[in-house]
């Protein structure tokens, strides 16, 4: 107890204040990569490693292991490289999410008015639940769709209520797919999406049009909205998270949370995103 009380002693006379900023640097870069993997399955995966890790450390200090030991030390570079394709799909969403950080240097541009769009959008959606019409409408922001968009038929019209219901009725060629919307207009219909692969949906009754919508929300940050086609529920995606069982006014309040404009947020948009604040504002707002 001595030793340890002599060690704390010696290690706060050599703190200074280059030491502080040391600590508080690794502090930040610890809490950036929680905010970034949380919610998500690396959460799982990083809990395994720790304890793992945990595990062999206490192992090779207290009990002589040295076959033990070499094996760790002939398959440390196999683990480092296994590292990044474990965590591929979070690796790549983080690095997104650090990319679309450069958006504080366009923070006073102004965006197009969304107003009419969401109002179509809500419209549209009300009018499809009523008449039990399964619907998948995909809202881009900053990351580009276009990929998604050349797997379907080419539109570019300008989005109305009438267009997006008759996009989604039964009958015609293009209701089997997404609509995806850029920048007020339909830039596409009968697009192709990435499945979900997260699991979030594997105890509940949802199909491909839900777990598309989650799909394009975990490698985007666009905003999905699904319509149901058994039931008519309207469900709204966004950051891997899924909202379920939305009214028109709760459609409403949440897509005007996700897509309002940078001039009226309380944060940065590249902030709000990193830290959660927008999700977590859009699921506040609509609570009944």
Not at 38 to 58: D, E, K, N, P, S
Not at 81 to 86: D, F, M, N, R, T
Not at 135 to 156: F, K, N, P, S
Not at 195 to 200: D, E
Request: proline share 5%.
């Amino acid at each position: 107890m001595t030793d340890l009380l002599n060690e704390i002693t010696f290690l706060y006379q050599r703190l200074d204040w280059l030491s502080i900023v040391d600590i508080a640097l690794v502090t930040l870069v610890i809490f950036l990569i929680l905010v970034l993997v949380r919610g998500t399955r690396a959460v799982v995966l990083l809990r395994g490693i720790l304890l793992l890790i945990i595990i062999i450390a206490l192992l090779t200090s207290f009990v002589p292991l040295p076959a033990f030991s070499w094996l760790l030390n002939t398959t440390l570079p196999a683990l480092l490289i296994a590292i990044p394709v474990i965590f591929a799909p979070e690796l790549r969403r983080a690095l997104e999410r650090l990319g679309r950080a450069g958006g504080i240097l366009n923070f006073a541009s102004r965006e197009p008015d969304v107003v009419p769009v969401i109002r179509a959008i809500c419209l549209a959606c009300q009018r499809l639940s009523e008449r039990r019409h399964g619907a998948l409408i995909v809202i881009e922001r900053e990351v580009g769709l276009q990929e998604y968009v050349d797997t379907g038929v080419a539109l570019d019209a300008l989005v109305t209520t009438e267009l997006l219901v008759q996009i989604f009725y039964v009958k015609t060629p293009l209701h089997d797919g997404a609509a995806i919307l850029r920048g007020g207009r339909v830039a596409a219909a009968a697009c192709v999406l990435p499945l979900s692969t997260s699991g979030a949906l594997s105890d509940r009754p949802m199909g491909l049009r839900h777990r598309a919508s989650l799909g394009i929300s975990e490698v985007s940050d666009a905003v999905a909205v699904v319509v149901s086609e058994e039931t008519g529920t309207i469900s709204v995606a966004h950051n891997g998270r899924m909202i379920r069982r939305l009214d028109s006014a709760r459609l409403r309040n949440i897509l005007f949370a996700f897509y309002r404009p940078r001039s009226t947020a309380a944060l940065p948009a590249w902030l709000s995103r990193l830290t959660g604040a927008d999700r977590r504002g859009a699921e506040s707002s609509v609570e009944p």
